[in-house]
């Protein structure tokens, strides 16, 4: 119902009700794994918190958000995915940075671009320029441990991969076209298909996708129910370049929630 409104809504009451559906189809996915759920008052918190106050030249892309040790969000990444909470702190830029859809905002908008794009040699062969080894500092050896490290952080179970160089190229072997079609990050893909990876290791990031848009939407949702001044004056005047980052979030969470969610549940 929240992202079925979400839909129709207002821009200034989006983030709210996505943030609000998002967390009910998260509870639904918990509950296929932990039929408990809540065994305690401990887990019904949202697992994150964000600054009270906005200072003076306050910048979306620079606001941060910290993880908690208990409620739906350590929950979540520990049924979920496996892993353990760490209460980090993330920016939002580098949060936005995870998602494929935001490569154009960051490119047009402050000069970065996030991805490389590789492209299919074969159904279960990626490719990437040689200067991907350089840009990480790493031999194709050194570079294989890292990306089957950081893969399995999210999918246990993911099979081996072998990575070759040449002068021309570093080609990226998976044990079949299913597991390179469903490669979790680092590998990450376009809207084409085309395969991608962060340009920079220090911008990866070893996080779900459901993860980050929980941890983005909360801050939103917090954002425009409690900061309604910078909230309101941003999207009427629409004098700051963070707003096009934020409606192509929110266009991301709206395009491929349902997507994920289905994907977590009948996986």
Same mark, same amino acid.
């Given at each position: 119902? +929240?992202?079925?409104?979400?839909?129709?809504?207002?821009?200034?009451?989006?983030?709210?009700?996505?943030?609000?559906?998002? =967390? !009910?189809?998260?509870? =639904?996915?918990? %509950?296929?794994?932990?039929?408990?759920?809540?065994?305690n008052a401990a887990v019904l918190a949202h697992g994150i918190t964000t600054r009270k106050r906005k200072k003076q030249g306050y910048?979306?892309?620079?606001?941060?958000?910290?993880?908690?040790?208990?409620? /739906?969000? #350590? $929950?979540?990444?520990? &049924?979920?995915?496996?892993?353990? $909470?760490?209460?980090?702190?993330?920016? @939002?830029?580098? *949060?936005?940075?995870? *998602? #494929?859809?935001? $490569?154009?905002?960051?490119?047009? %908008?402050?000069?970065?671009? #996030?991805?490389?794009?590789?492209?299919?040699?074969?159904?279960?062969?990626?490719v990437f320029e040689p200067i991907l080894l350089d840009l990480y500092h790493m031999t194709a050896s050194r570079f294989q441990q +890292?990306?089957?490290?950081?893969?399995?952080?999210?999918?246990?179970?993911?099979?081996?991969?072998?990575?070759?160089?040449?002068?021309?190229?570093?080609?990226?072997?998976?044990?079949?076209?299913?597991?390179?079609?469903?490669?979790? #990050?680092?590998?990450?893909?376009? &809207?084409?298909? =085309?395969? %991608?990876?962060?340009?920079?290791?220090?911008?990866?990031?070893?996080?779900?996708? /459901?993860?980050?848009?929980?941890?983005?939407?909360?801050?939103? =949702? @917090?954002?425009?129910?409690?900061?309604?001044?910078?909230?309101?004056?941003?999207?009427?005047?629409?004098?700051?370049?963070?707003?096009?980052?934020?409606? !192509?979030? /929110?266009?991301?969470?709206?395009?491929?929630?349902?997507?994920?969610?289905?994907?977590?549940?009948?996986?």
């Amino acid at each position: 119902m +929240y992202l079925a409104q979400a839909q129709i809504a207002p821009f200034a009451i989006k983030p709210m009700l996505l943030f609000y559906g998002l =967390s !009910q189809l998260i509870k =639904s996915c918990v %509950l296929s794994v932990d039929p408990y759920y809540p065994e305690n008052a401990a887990v019904l918190a949202h697992g994150i918190t964000t600054r009270k106050r906005k200072k003076q030249g306050y910048s979306f892309l620079d606001d941060e958000v910290k993880e908690q040790r208990n409620g /739906l969000y #350590p $929950h979540m990444i520990k &049924k979920l995915f496996h892993m353990e $909470h760490s209460e980090n702190k993330y920016t @939002m830029k580098a *949060l936005l940075k995870q *998602l #494929p859809d935001m $490569h154009a905002c960051f490119a047009f %908008l402050v000069n970065e671009e #996030p991805f490389m794009k590789g492209k299919w040699a074969a159904t279960d062969r990626m490719v990437f320029e040689p200067i991907l080894l350089d840009l990480y500092h790493m031999t194709a050896s050194r570079f294989q441990q +890292y990306a089957l490290e950081q893969m399995r952080k999210l999918v246990p179970k993911t099979q081996a991969i072998t990575v070759v160089e040449t002068k021309q190229q570093v080609e990226i072997r998976f044990a079949n076209a299913q597991a390179a079609r469903n490669a979790a #990050p680092p590998f990450h893909f376009d &809207k084409d298909g =085309s395969p %991608l990876i962060h340009r920079l290791k220090a911008n990866h990031l070893p996080l779900p996708e /459901l993860a980050i848009y929980y941890l983005v939407l909360y801050n939103l =949702s @917090m954002i425009c129910r409690y900061e309604t001044e910078w909230w309101g004056e941003r999207i009427h005047t629409m004098d700051c370049d963070e707003i096009p980052f934020i409606k !192509q979030f /929110l266009e991301t969470v709206q395009a491929r929630t349902k997507k994920l969610i289905e994907r977590q549940l009948f996986q």
